[in-house]
């Protein structure tokens, strides 16, 4: 299988994404933005949110080499800019620091901005894709990277899904836990994409 697949790329994505989308951090969020809606319309709107973010993150995974190129923009420029902002992403997560976003207002529609853009598929999430992008030099790595694009996403949906129950399950101590080990984990991405950067 290891020829097929390049199961070790696979779980660098699966971890990278689910540490940068933060699934259980946007629980509150989510259900803060989704306050008044009914189960039916939270649970379309998790979809929603999923699918948009899904669509960014392949269009740039995809189009982002030719975008740098046009902007004349270097790629070891993009990494490092992105580990510094992964950095105060990061160090939010850890002193739990975040905007209240409150309830849609205006009639948006919440589940494409903000959750779809930029809370999920954010710059920290584009960068990181791009990396491993960047990476693939085979079939079983690209293969890798499309799989954990798609996992990381359905994991992000059947949370958000079940927003509700798993909210109650974890609690505000146990939600606030899991944020906080996530921006530990970031903030050591964060810095090993700025010293790629250095390097390169």
Excluded: C
């Excluded at 994404?17 to 809606?37: K, N, Q």
């Excluded at 853009?117 to 790595?141: E, K, N």
Aim: aromatic letters at 6%; hydrophobic letters at 60%; charged letters at 10%.
């Amino acid at each position: 299988m290891s020829g097929f697949l390049d199961v070790r790329l696979l779980i660098e994505v699966l971890v990278t994404l689910f540490v940068i989308l933060d699934p259980p951090g946007t629980l509150p969020i989510f259900l803060a933005l989704t306050s008044t809606y009914t189960a039916r319309q939270r649970a379309h709107s998790a979809l929603q949110a999923v699918l948009v973010s899904f669509s960014v993150i392949v269009a740039f995974a995809l189009f982002g080499r030719q975008l740098l190129a046009y902007l004349h923009v270097s790629f070891p420029a993009l990494q490092a800019s992105g580990g510094l902002l992964l950095l105060l992403i990061s160090l939010d997560l850890l002193t739990g620091k975040s905007e209240d976003p409150g309830p849609s207002a205006g009639g948006v529609n919440v589940a494409m901005v903000p959750l779809g853009t930029p809370l999920l598929a954010g710059p920290g999430a584009i960068v990181a894709t791009m990396v491993f992008v960047q990476r693939a030099d085979s079939v079983p790595s690209w293969l890798a990277i499309a799989l954990g694009i798609v996992a990381i996403h359905l994991i992000l949906w059947a949370i958000l899904r079940f927003a509700n129950r798993i909210h109650r399950l974890l609690g505000v101590s146990g939600t606030t836990l899991v944020a906080r080990i996530a921006g530990l984990l970031l903030a050591a991405i964060a810095v090993q994409l700025i010293g790629d950067a250095v390097t390169a």
